[in-house]
């Protein structure tokens, strides 16, 4: 028990005026160059190359979670987690991508990274934490990459000797899942 107090009680500010009073320390945002900042985006690694998060796409990483298995999933779909109260889909993109090839390797990341929220939300395993890729060196011609990938990837790019893909996950999943959008590309690819 605290002793008593001749103060009165501090007043908690409500969340919007407490987010307004955030000063950074000196040097956090104003030591990097803002075309530095614009040309940084987030990503993670996947077998050998790295795939980005494509811009204001929420993301999160999460602890190990039970999967639900569905029976009669299709191969590559792992099965279902619960969300903060939401069913949201498990993938193996290792598996989806032909890039599992020991399989005994499978699952021993036990980190899921979540992409977009509420019924958009999709997961998948992903090799090691997300990390900052500063695009500043953008490849004339793609790597060999998995034929299933390659019509969601638009540019690719090279940052200390790793490949980084700009993946357009949204519409990759969706063709996934037999609900491809109008701009998608052709499912046969």
């Known amino acids: 028990m605290n002793p008593p107090s001749d103060q009165p009680p501090r007043r908690w500010l409500p969340p919007s005026e407490a987010l307004n009073h955030f000063k950074p320390p000196p040097g956090v945002l104003a030591g990097t160059p803002a075309a530095r900042r614009q040309s940084t985006r987030y990503g993670f690694r996947l077998g050998d190359f790295g795939l980005l998060i494509e811009r204001n796409t929420t993301s999160e990483l999460l602890e190990p979670t039970p999967i639900y298995p569905l029976p009669g999933a299709p191969e590559g779909l792992q099965g279902l987690i619960n969300l903060r109260g939401n069913l949201a889909p498990v993938f193996n993109l290792k598996q989806i991508l032909g890039l599992d090839r020991d399989r005994e390797s499978r699952n021993e990341h036990p980190w899921l990274v979540v992409l977009d929220q509420g019924e958009n939300a999709v997961c998948f395993h992903i090799d090691g934490w997300p990390q900052a890729v500063v695009m500043d060196r953008a490849l004339d011609q793609s790597p060999p990459l998995p034929p299933r990938l390659r019509p969601y990837v638009s540019r690719v790019?090279?940052?200390?000797?790793?490949?980084?893909?700009?993946?357009?996950?949204?519409?990759?999943?969706?063709?996934?899942?037999?609900?491809?959008?109008?701009?998608?590309?052709?499912?046969n690819a």
């Open 157 to 187: 790019y090279l940052q200390e000797g790793r490949v980084w893909l700009e993946f357009n996950h949204r519409h990759f999943f969706r063709t996934l899942a037999g609900h491809p959008t109008p701009d998608s590309p052709p499912a």
